[in-house]
């Protein structure tokens, strides 16, 4: 089994910066693509951006130039550092990792989520 747990939420003005950071630890032979999804009050989860197990991340339009992610695949984590918060991105975050068994099959594993709240 897998277990996914994310931590670095909380609340912070507009403007601010937030590092939410992930880890997945349990029976894992490979990590494929790591991801943050967010999902705020009355909405849907939308992706915010991704990582491969090569590097190639993906980024919506929304947090292209103010939010990274990187991931350290000796330790089987993922970091979103946010920048240049705003009100807007308020809502549960979620990181998921794609994990590839030894009988190839892949399954996509979630964190309980981490609230942030951009707000002055």
């Known amino acids: 089994q897998v277990q996914v747990v994310e931590s670095g939420g909380g609340l912070v003005q507009p403007g601010g910066s937030l590092r939410l950071s992930c880890a997945a630890t349990?029976?894992?032979?490979?990590?494929?693509?790591m991801a943050w999804y967010r999902q705020a009050p009355g909405k849907g989860r939308e992706l915010i951006a991704e990582?491969?197990?090569?590097?190639?991340?993906t980024y919506v339009d929304s947090a292209k130039g103010r939010f990274t992610i990187s991931r350290d695949n000796a330790k089987n984590t993922v970091a979103l550092q946010m920048n240049s918060l705003r009100p807007e991105d308020t809502a549960v975050y979620y990181c998921?990792?794609?994990?590839?068994?030894?009988?190839?099959?892949?399954?996509?594993?979630w964190g309980q989520g981490t609230q942030v709240t951009v707000s002055s």
């Open positions: 349990g029976s894992i032979f490979k990590i494929n693509t």
């Open positions: 990582v491969t197990g090569i590097g190639t991340t």
């Open positions: 998921t990792v794609a994990v590839r068994r030894q009988d190839g099959l892949v399954v996509a594993y």
